[in-house]
């Protein structure tokens, strides 16, 4: 299961993830995507309390830095052990813009 948490100042975005993000979870997190990033040139992801990523879910983040290399900039916080893992593992860590 996936919670996000929303949270706008303005133009800038952040989506505070926590629980898995896995193929069920994928769909809920693309949907709240398009509603966020109509107006949005800062994008931010709180990946403080994801225990876990899926392929699904990187995809998804995948899709939200392309959009937002068009339309500013994104950037991944507080990524935890496991995510990271998985993020260096699939080579990921080398397109997101990763902020300990």
Excluded: C, W
């Excluded at 950037?75 to 593992?89: A, C, D, N, Q, S």
Aim: aromatic share 4%; charged share 30%; hydrophobic share 45%.
């Amino acid at each position: 299961m996936l919670k996000i948490d929303k949270t706008a100042e303005g133009e800038k975005v952040t989506l505070t993830l926590e629980g898995r993000l896995d193929i069920s979870a994928a769909p809920q997190l693309e949907a709240e995507l398009k509603r966020a990033m109509e107006h949005t040139t800062e994008l931010i992801f709180d990946l403080e309390k994801l225990d876990y990523i899926s392929s699904a879910g990187l995809r998804v983040l995948l899709l939200a830095q392309k959009q937002m290399n068009k339309q500013g900039r994104m950037r991944l916080i507080h990524v935890g052990e496991t995510v990271m893992e998985t993020l260096e593992i699939t080579g990921f860590v080398d397109i997101f813009f990763i902020v300990e």
